[in-house]
């Protein structure tokens, strides 16, 4: 009786450690602010790594965004 006493309290111990284990997961993916710390760390490592895809995008939206302005200015 108490080995099955036993295996059982040992079976629920690791269900509910397993338990924990995906709530703290969910909880982790379901927390913007992390997880937006994550992806601009992971940025910032690529970004120091290989700048020019980066700078490529940043001069191309530059453009885009003058693009614009221009078109808005000369309408008036």
Known sequence: MTDQHDEMADRVAAT???????????????NVPKQIG??????KRRADENPVPYLAG???????????????????
Do not use: N, S
């Not at 994550?38 to 940025?43: F, P």
């Open 38 to 43: 994550i992806a601009a760390a992971g940025l």
């Open 58 to 76: 940043l001069a191309a939206g530059v453009a885009v965004v003058g693009g614009i302005v221009v078109a808005v200015l000369r309408r008036r």
């Open 16 to 30: 509910r450690a397993q338990l924990f284990d995906t709530l703290d997961a969910i909880e982790d993916k379901l």
